[in-house]
C-alpha cells in the first residue's frame, strides 16, 4: 500500500492505492456527487431513468469523477461484487 502509484494498463488489473472498501465509498460518494451536479439530486432520488443513465454512463465510462477516481475501475469493482 505504498506509492508511487502510475497509472496502470487496463491488462494489468487493479492499480489503486485504495483498499476495496474503500474504492467502494469512493465510488459511491463520487457518483452522488455527479447525481448533485447534473441533476441537482442524490442517486437515490433520481428517476428510474435517470439512474439508468448514470449506470449506463459508470458503464460505459463516459461520465467523469471530479475527484480524480477511475470510473472503470469503480464500475468493474461494483459490477464484479454484483455478479457473484
Not at 35 to 46: E, H, V
Not at 49 to 57: M, N
Request: net charge positive; charged share 20%.
Amino acid at each position: 500500500m505504498q506509492g508511487p502509484w502510475k497509472l496502470g494498463a487496463p491488462s494489468q488489473g487493479y492499480q489503486l492505492p485504495l483498499t476495496p472498501a474503500q474504492l467502494y465509498r469512493a465510488g459511491i460518494e463520487a457518483t452522488n456527487a455527479h447525481c448533485a451536479k447534473t441533476y441537482n439530486k442524490s442517486f437515490d432520488r433520481l428517476t428510474e431513468a435517470q439512474r439508468e443513465e448514470v449506470l449506463l454512463g459508470l458503464s460505459r465510462n463516459t461520465i467523469k469523477f471530479d475527484s480524480g477516481l477511475p470510473v472503470r475501475d469503480f464500475w468493474t469493482a461494483l459490477y464484479s461484487t454484483v455478479m457473484e
